[in-house]
Structure formats: C-alpha cells, structure tokens
C-alpha cells in the first residue's frame, strides 16, 4: 500500500491543460440507468478495489512543480468524500421526480470539483424517475482522459448479465459499401496526394477558422462572450439501433455517417422552424474523433498493462464539418445529409491536417504559456455552433454489483457551445444525449427535430432499391 502512494509527478498533457485552464473546465458525464433501486452498501469497496486501481489519475491532484509545469501527484483518496447522495423531496410522482432529477443534473453540469482531491465524483440519485428505479452519475474532469478513457474504465467496473465470465462486444464499425475493399496501385497513389492536397487546405481553414472567421448567430449559436454562468440542460431521445443499421445497409454508409446525417438534417430543419432565413446561415460541427487505432473498450486487466498505457488519456481530434444548407440545390432530398456527412467525414477523417493542429497547439503551449494555447483552444470550440462526439456502447446488458443497468449515455460540460450532441448506443437502443442551453433553445422543439430527421431518413432509405453513387 505505501508503493501504491508513492509520489508519482506524472507530466500534465497539452489536453489537460485546455480542459482545465481559466478560460475553460470541462467534465466528462457518464449516466446509468438502474433497473433496480440501488444498494448503495457496496459504493465504498467498488471504488477501492475495483475503481482507483485503473488509473493512477484517479488517484491524484494537479500541481505545480518548481519549474512551474503542471504534474500528477499521487495522494491519499478517501472515496467517501467522492460520492454523492442528493435528498429530494418525498412524492409519489416520477414526474416530480424527473423535475428534481433534472434540477440537479443542471446543477453539477456548472459546479466545479475541488482541485485539491482528485478530480472525480459519484452522485448516486436513489430516487425513480421514468426512465430507471435509480440513477448513478460518475463524473470526470475532462483533464483525466477523454470519453474513451472514461467510460472505457467505467464499462470496466460492470459485467454482463448473461453471463460474467465473458467480455462485452460492442458494434461493428466498417461500412456496408464493399467498394472500399478492393484498390489498384494507381488509385492508392491518386488517394495519397489527394490526401496531401485536401490536408494541407484543411490545416489551413482551420487556422482561419480558429483565428479569424466564427460561425454566424443563429438559433442554436447565441453568439455570448460574457463571464456569467449559463445553465444547460440534458434531454434523451432513443432510437432503435436495429433501425440505423437498416439505413446503413440501404445507403452503404457506417453508422457514424448515418447518426452525423441525422443530426445535422435535425438541425436545419430546427433552425428553419425558429428563423426561416437561417437555412441559408453559416454553421459549422466539431465532430469528436477518436486517434486510436483501435476498436472496443479495454478492460481493468488490460489498462493496467505497460503495452497500453499509452492509450489512457485523451487522444481526440476535432473534424470541423460544414452543416449543409437547406438552400443548396444538391440537398434535394434527407439522404443527402447522410451522403454529405459520409463525404466530408472520409475525406477529413484520411487528412493528416488533424495532426498538424494538434503540433501546432502544441507549439503555441511551449512558446507562448498553457492559458494562450488554452483560449487559443477554446476559441477554435466557440467559434463553432454544435459539438458531437459518440461511442459505442455494449451489445450485451450490463450490471453493476447485481444491479442491471437498463439504460447508459454520457455527456460533456464546460465548452463554449450553446449545443452539445453525444450518442451512445446499448444493447439494441441508441441513445442521443442534447446539453442545451437554458432559455436560450427550445428543447422540446429540438428533440422533435431530431426525431423528425430521423423519421424522414429512415422512411427515405427503406424506400431505395438501387444504391446510388455517392461515394
């Protein structure tokens, strides 16, 4: 136990200096669902013997070292002080329920974690709402790792019902269009140096877009630049997966190409429904990518191994993707989105510019201090109207010390966006999670968008016989 304390001053990485800075504090939400009430008795030996021993940052604070470099530095945990018990008051309603829930969610979206404990807390809502007999919350600060990290090691902590023994599977990933399989020398040469050229035009709009040019106000970007708190708030649609995968085989997209073109048909068509001239506004995503070369989640066992330690942290990238106009006269028809959506993200997705963003931060950290690169990062976030990120989840139900988990999704807080999008698929549902921002979006009208979007799309695929084109 003394080893397991030893001080270890670990260096901060560039992404734990933007996620934790003046100008921005980011967290990393992680929701389950229970189909049970919770016994909370077994919280206390859960988080000692099966939670902290995952990452040593769990078990340590940032500070300051003589050099003034931010580092790790191990410290002694006591997890009692990490979980959290809300008392709401007593009724018979879920309704209530689910107000107070949503009450409280708002609030710890905005409350920072002290900075002299580790950086992680558990909220154990034990009341029933409508969608679960109780409600667990872990919450990270994004400073730890990036939602792979984080929920990677949550989804660790739970096993699968049917059977404990066996490791949970997660969705296929790979496009439905075998096109791609097959390539001749030539195509493979004419690949590279397109993927040059495109590169370096994307590294340099990016810079513009950082530095320069921001998106236009709109209904779902304020525009704000003031110090005073805003309140978000998290609603829920769920999707069927089963459903997503049919209009990945008609259209021979994957299942990012396909969620992305619904979010962003659902976007337009809330814009429009706010201010019909917005159809035609300058609005941009921040798609989350994962930089891993890797596919699932790892367990307990194999993140405490030397060979992938590198792979805790956070290792993302952001695709900066145009939200299509309703305006244009090649978005003829909801597919489009979806074909849209495929193209841009293939294209940005094989561009190397992502890398060179990343040095680039890198060097302005180095010459210019962490709080520059930080508002410099934080910029690049604002002047953008939504941000999306997804993973995906389990295709097996999970459970939690003998308590099955009926429904899991995330969430990210502390960026500048008015919108946050984040979808997480489990068993046979896909969950998409909206963080709006209060007063300012109507969110009720938001979620019928979406859900709108997604209704037209899937009406729109199932009705195609011959797969066009479009790659």
């Known amino acids: 136990m003394d080893q397991f304390y030893e001080e270890v001053q670990e260096p901060v990485s560039p992404h734990g200096h933007y996620f934790n800075s003046s100008v921005i504090c980011s967290y990393v939400f992680g929701f389950l669902e229970m189909a049970v009430p919770i016994d909370d008795s077994q919280t206390i030996p859960l988080l000692e013997d099966v939670f902290l021993p995952i990452n040593p940052r769990f078990s340590s604070i940032m500070i300051r070292d003589q050099a003034g470099k931010m580092r790790w530095k191990r ?48 909220h154990l809502i034990k009341y029933p709402t409508s969608n679960a007999a109780g409600t667990i919350i872990f919450k990270f600060h994004h400073s730890l790792g990036d ?134 506004a300058n609005s941009t995503a921040l798609v989350v990518l994962n930089t891993r070369n890797i596919r699932g989640y790892q367990s307990v066992k194999e993140m405490q191994k030397p060979k992938v330690k590198g792979l805790w942290g956070n290792k993302i990238s952001f695709l900066q993707i145009p939200i299509p106009k309703l305006d244009q006269p090649k978005i003829s028809n909801p597919l489009e989105f979806v074909w849209n959506a495929r193209k841009q993200i293939k294209r940005k997705k094989h561009s190397f ?40 989840g389990p295709l097996e139900q999970m459970a939690l010390a003998n308590h099955p988990v009926r429904g899991v999704y995330f969430a990210m807080s502390g960026g500048p966006q008015n919108v946050n999008v984040a979808i997480m698929s489990y068993v046979g549902e896909l969950r998409i999670t909206l963080k709006t921002l209060k007063g300012f979006i109507d969110e009720q009208k938001f979620k019928f968008c979406i859900e709108k979007a997604f209704d037209e799309i899937f009406k729109d695929a199932m009705e195609i016989y011959e797969i066009p084109n479009k790659n």
């Open 75 to 122: 410290v002694q945990v006591n997890p009692e002080e990490h979980v959290k018990v809300p008392r709401f008051p007593e009724c018979n309603s879920a309704e209530l329920y689910d107000h107070y829930f949503d009450e409280y969610v708002t609030r710890i979206l905005n409350e920072r974690t002290p900075q002299n404990k580790p950086l992680w807390e558990v």
């Open 147 to 280: 939602g792979y990290s984080l929920m990677g090691a949550l989804l660790s902590c739970l096993q699968r019902t049917d059977d404990p023994s066996l490791p949970l599977t997660f969705p296929s990933r790979v496009s439905s269009n075998p096109q791609h399989a097959k390539k001749t020398m030539f195509k493979k040469l004419h690949s590279v140096i397109s993927s040059f050229f495109s590169s370096m035009l994307d590294f340099g709009s990016s810079v513009i877009k950082a530095k320069m040019i921001e998106d236009d106000k709109t209904p779902i970007r304020s525009g704000y630049e003031g110090t005073k708190p805003q309140h978000f708030t998290l609603s829920n649609i769920s999707l069927s997966l089963d459903h997503i995968k049919a209009i990945k085989s008609n259209l021979g997209v994957t299942i990012n190409d396909v969620i992305t073109g619904i979010i962003f048909y659902g976007i337009r068509l809330y814009m429009q429904e706010i201010d019909y001239m917005t159809r035609k």
């Open 353 to 392: 510019s992502v890398y060179l963003i990343g040095l680039l931060l890198d060097l302005e950290m180095k010459l210019r201090g962490p709080e520059v690169a930080s508002k410099t990062f934080y910029n690049t976030l604002g002047n953008c109207s939504v941000l999306i990120s997804n993973m995906f």
